[in-house]
């Protein structure tokens, strides 16, 4: 063991003042650093001084560069693991985060030994909650190994072990002959002469934080992994550690949904069943984000869950999206779907679903015992499940908008889509829709029709609670990016802003937007100082199959320096790369959010605005005013009233007793059914009936959150906040 070791590097004080940020003597309560340098770590640990010391060693990197380390002992008694878990955990989590203070810097990943996991079990959640840190746990040996995976470089000399062993088999030790160490007297006869070559703490530590590095991608974002048969291996394929303490999961939920929750997963377990999840794409969109949280939970419940993605098709994905846009109504009515693009459509479904019924595939005979189709992009697998395995259960999920008032009209573009996609979705044993008015057509069968709203998840890089230390990382790269494109500035925390959180999509109302801003600002004209006057952000992530996104995002550009130039220079519009995290500053900053979408499926973004304690004013649109309380939570207007959007956000933002009032409303009365844990739950719950007990139900048009709950008698509590069941008409 080596002597503890302090940290050698001190931080710039003069790049401290340059960097330092000066607010209004109004909002004295925010400071900051305008830039903080991305960091990693490794932190490893090993139990020494015959068991009554713990060394811990932290090593840093510049993501080239081991920049710094430190190492220090923890006392160490195993007769109290709880107390030594802690005591662990608060030594790494305060040494890091002064390091950070002092350097200037943001940690972005942390390499975690997994030794070290055993000893401090919720380290991992503890860096990523409380730090922003993603940690990645390494199995990383306390001596040095022989590679296995390269075995063909012509210089290699093969060791005592053999390095010619088949790609992820265990990794060899790495030996010497005890002849080799300074003093090898003292060895008793009969000891073997080979001794492995030990590594110290502080290389364990180094080498996590090397592994780590090699999991960041462009933008310093968490590479996606996709792994055999295109499956979507999830956080790493299970190596990054976001929470691994189940009671964190419980606590954002109430008693009956969490009960309710343990009672399915333990059934799921005990039958074993193997739930399968088919969508489109596996980053970018709503759907994507819910399945890495789906599958994260379900992880830690240890509930047997997969889920693929096709290979993705540019082609492919530009029909799709047509036919999104039809379907709501959005589209060019010349636009068609032409037999050309089924044929291609059709073409690129079978090609991946043959990977799938494969022998060894997740819908061969053997594979899940119960299917998800989640996207409009794959209904096609449908009829080919049926025909492989005939007694598969088969759940589609309808997420989109889809205007049963014009799918009925004969030789509409939206009766051609609906029957070409109705034709394959009509062999699926239930139907889920987003439960909104007029959003089920009237062929399918009310027995099979069952209600489920879109979900978020509360502990997500999207929605978890920031430090300031992190907010202003995050903001820092905001206006960085916003320097790159030489767009305006957003002038926080100096100035506040107003935000809409959305794709660039022809549904989400940016005109609407843009329109009820300029009104307001006639509003507040003369009542307000100019520094006092709010900006406008308008910013969202991109769907990889989502090619309208430049399109609209050159009209918005073409209306803020045309129609509305006057008020350009305050209002800013931003595609945001990949990274949950900025989304979530840039709403939590804001003083209050903007849904004017002029169609809409559910749009949990607006509950996650109200989880933030940010009133949201929306359009009255598919699933948005089963989230919002009109007057209590936000405002509801009719679609284009932009004079009453104007006039809400004059109220919201000159009324401070309002204001406060609203927050805290928004804050404390948010369902379930939108986190993670609710949702699982409904899927748990089918999974439970069509797999385990094979009954197949029908709902008639029921909430499958009732249902559930029901079946596990669980019954909603008065007061217990849940969407508003009452005047829906799904198949008006």
């Known amino acids: 063991m080596a002597?503890?070791?302090?940290?050698?590097?001190?931080?710039?004080?003069?790049?401290?003042?340059?960097?330092?940020?000066?607010?209004?003597?109004?909002?004295?309560?925010?400071?900051?650093?305008?830039?903080?340098?991305?960091?990693?770590?490794?932190?490893?640990?090993?139990?020494?001084?015959?068991?009554?010391?713990?060394?811990?060693?932290?090593?840093?990197?510049?993501?080239?560069?081991?920049?710094?380390?430190?190492?220090?002992?923890?006392?160490?008694?195993?007769?109290?693991?709880?107390?030594?878990?802690?005591?662990?955990?608060?030594?790494?989590?305060?040494?890091?985060?002064?390091?950070?203070t002092e350097h200037l810097c943001k940690f972005l990943g942390a390499g975690v030994t997994l030794s070290l996991l055993k000893e401090a079990p919720n380290l991992c959640t503890r860096l990523w909650l409380e730090l922003d840190i993603v940690p990645i746990v390494f199995n990383i040996k306390p001596f040095h190994t022989d590679s296995v995976t390269r075995p063909n470089i012509k210089h290699r000399v093969s060791s005592t072990t053999g390095s010619y062993v088949p790609s992820g088999a265990e990794t060899p030790t790495v030996y010497v002959d005890a002849d080799h160490l300074q003093d090898s007297s003292k060895l008793t006869t009969g000891v073997d002469q080979k001794f492995p070559i030990l590594r110290t703490v502080d290389e364990q530590a180094d080498s996590a934080a090397r592994k780590c590095i090699m999991y960041f991608g462009p933008g310093n974002n968490p590479r996606l992994s996709i792994a055999a048969r295109n499956q979507v291996a999830v956080d790493a394929?299970?190596?990054?550690?976001?929470?691994?303490?189940?009671?964190?999961?419980?606590?954002?939920?109430?008693?009956?949904?969490?009960?309710?929750?343990?009672?399915?997963?333990?059934?799921?377990?005990?039958?074993?069943?193997?739930?399968?999840?088919?969508?489109?794409?596996?980053?970018?969109?709503g759907v994507a984000l819910m399945r890495h949280a789906l599958i994260r939970f379900f992880n830690?419940?240890?509930?047997?869950?997969?889920?693929?993605?096709?290979?993705?098709?540019?082609?492919?994905?530009?029909?799709?999206?047509?036919?999104?846009?039809?379907?709501?109504?959005?589209?060019?009515?010349?636009?068609?779907?032409t037999k050309e693009q089924k044929d291609n459509f059709d073409a690129w479904i079978l090609k991946n679903g043959l990977r799938w019924t494969a022998p060894g595939g997740p819908l061969a005979p053997g594979g899940v015992d119960i299917a998800f189709i989640d996207d409009p992009q794959m209904p096609g697998l449908i009829p080919l499940i049926k025909k492989v395995r005939p007694e598969l259960p088969i759940i589609y999920r309808s997420h989109i908008e889809i205007r049963s008032d014009l799918v009925h009209i004969q030789g509409s573009p939206q009766e051609e889509v609906w029957q070409y996609l109705w034709n394959n979705i009509r062999h699926a044993d239930l139907f889920i829709s987003h439960p909104v008015n007029k959003f089920v057509p009237s062929d399918v069968p009310i027995d099979k029709l069952t209600l489920l709203g879109a979900a978020t998840d509360w502990l997500d890089g999207l929605n978890k609670e920031l430090a300031a230390w992190d907010t202003q990382y995050y903001m820092g790269e905001f206006r960085n990016l916003c320097t790159k494109e030489k767009m305006h500035e957003l002038g926080w925390p100096a100035r506040e802003y107003i935000v809409q959180i959305a794709r660039f999509d022809p549904s989400k109302g940016i005109p609407n937007v843009l329109d009820s801003y300029a009104k307001f600002r006639v509003l507040l004209k003369g009542k307000v100082s100019p520094e006092e006057i709010p900006q406008l952000l308008i910013c969202g992530h991109g769907a990889v199959d989502d090619p309208d996104a430049s399109i609209i995002y050159d009209q918005v550009a073409h209306l803020v320096n045309e129609t509305y130039k006057e008020y350009a220079k305050d209002i800013v519009y931003m595609r945001c790369p990949p990274s949950d995290q900025l989304l979530n500053v840039l709403m939590a900053n804001a003083k209050f959010a903007l849904q004017l979408s002029t169609r809409e499926g559910f749009e949990v973004k607006v509950s996650e605005a109200l989880h933030a304690g940010k009133p949201v004013i929306a359009s009255r649109t598919g699933g948005i005013p089963l989230q919002i309380e009109h007057g209590k939570s936000g405002y509801l207007c009719d679609v284009g009233d932009n004079d009453a959007v104007a006039k809400h956000m004059y109220d919201l933002y000159t009324d401070d007793d309002l204001y406060d009032d609203m927050c805290e409303y928004a804050k404390t009365h948010v369902s379930d059914e939108v986190g993670t844990v609710g949702n699982a739950a409904a899927w748990m719950y089918l999974a439970v009936m069509y797999a385990s007990r094979g009954v197949k139900i029908q709902p008639k048009g029921a909430w499958l959150n009732d249902l559930l709950r029901t079946e596990c008698g669980e019954p909603y509590q008065p007061g217990e906040p849940r969407l508003p069941r009452g005047g829906l008409n799904v198949q008006a």
């Not at 900051?32 to 010391?53: C, E, R």
């Not at 240890?302 to 889920?307: G, N, P, Q, Y």
């Open 3 to 100: 002597p503890p070791h302090q940290f050698q590097s001190h931080g710039s004080e003069a790049l401290r003042r340059r960097l330092s940020s000066v607010v209004s003597a109004k909002r004295p309560n925010v400071t900051g650093f305008a830039s903080l340098t991305p960091m990693w770590a490794g932190i490893a640990g090993t139990v020494v001084n015959n068991g009554t010391s713990f060394e811990v060693a932290i090593s840093v990197h510049d993501s080239v560069y081991n920049t710094d380390f430190a190492s220090a002992l923890v006392p160490y008694d195993a007769t109290e693991p709880d107390a030594q878990s802690e005591a662990i955990e608060k030594h790494v989590i305060s040494t890091i985060r002064k390091f950070s």
């Open 300 to 337: 830690a419940l240890d509930v047997d869950c997969a889920w693929y993605v096709p290979n993705p098709s540019p082609s492919v994905f530009r029909t799709t999206k047509n036919n999104h846009n039809i379907l709501q109504g959005v589209a060019d009515p010349k636009l068609r779907l």
């Open 237 to 285: 394929g299970g190596k990054i550690h976001l929470i691994d303490d189940l009671s964190e999961f419980q606590k954002t939920v109430g008693k009956g949904t969490w009960n309710s929750v343990i009672k399915l997963a333990d059934e799921l377990r005990e039958k074993k069943i193997k739930l399968g999840f088919f969508s489109s794409t596996p980053q970018g969109g």
